[in-house]
T-cell receptor, first 113, second 113 residues
Framework: DTAVSQTPKYLVTQMGNDKSIKCEQN?????MYWYKQDSKKFLKIMFS???????INETVPNRFSPKSPDKAHLNLHINSLELGDSAVYFC????????????FGEGSWLTVV | AQSVSQHNHHVILSEAASLELGCNYS??????LFWYVQYPGQHLQLLLK??????LVKGIKGFEAEFIKSKFSFNLRKPSVQWSDTAEYFC???????????FGAGTILRVKS
């Protein structure tokens, strides 16, 4: 049973398209995240939601819009895709407590051509 | 703002050699510390974590790390590496009561058989 699952795992799309990546966790966590890993393998947080409320919003273009329909889901929608959006996007989740561990999904490899 | 630095970007070792990967962070308060591993083409997996207590923590696959508060360090060690340890290793830090995990740039370890 996958704890944090993302779909699709691989996505190749053209510039200018709009795409979504879905994420679901079955760990009972109340906090979910999106991280971006760029071509240099550098990992950086993009967003975090706690109980469906946005709590972390790093400097990310407005073309990226997260949506959390419930505590177990956090989807990432990207409008007008650009070449520079090519990266691996990791979903993650944790409990909203001190001493919490953040668990990552398997990643979604997005390639914009 | 928190930051994490990993001293070596690439490390090449022969099997059975000992490993130490450096990690230093900048944050004056209480932190939670993590090492994650990313095998080629795979997602991030938690190797070990430190929240409190014994500063020497043991993780999976024979890895351990030592938290030295005075040096703001959390170095990863393994006495004898195996070919299967070839991967990228990420040190990460967050505030004790925070949920923003800040990653280092990663260290690529290649173990020659």
């Amino acid at each position: 049973d996958t704890a944090v699952s993302q779909t699709p795992k691989y996505l190749v799309t053209q510039m200018g398209n709009d795409k979504s990546i879905k994420c679901e966790q079955n760990l009972g966590h109340d906090t979910m995240y999106w991280y971006k890993q760029d071509s240099k393998k550098f990992l950086k947080i993009m967003f975090s939601y706690n109980n469906k409320e946005l709590i972390i919003n790093e400097t990310v273009p407005n073309r990226f819009s997260p949506k959390s329909p419930d505590k177990a889901h956090l989807n990432l929608h990207i409008n007008s895709l650009e070449l520079g959006d090519s990266a691996v996007y990791f979903c993650a989740s944790s409990r909203w407590t001190s001493g919490n561990t953040i668990y990552f999904g398997e990643g979604s490899w997005l390639t914009v051509v | 703002a928190q930051s994490v630095s990993q001293h070596n970007h690439h490390v090449i070792l022969s099997e059975a050699a000992s490993l130490e990967l450096g990690c230093n962070y900048s944050y004056g308060g209480t932190v939670n510390l993590f090492w994650y591993v990313q095998y080629p083409g795979q997602h991030l997996q938690l190797l070990l974590k430190y929240f409190s207590g014994d500063p020497l923590v043991k993780g999976i696959k024979g890895f351990e790390a030592e938290f030295i508060k005075s040096k703001f360090s959390f170095n990863l060690r393994k006495p004898s590496v195996q070919w299967s340890d070839t991967a990228e290793y990420f040190c990460a830090v967050k505030r004790e009561y925070g949920n923003k995990l800040v990653f280092g740039a990663g260290t690529i370890l290649r173990v020659k058989s």
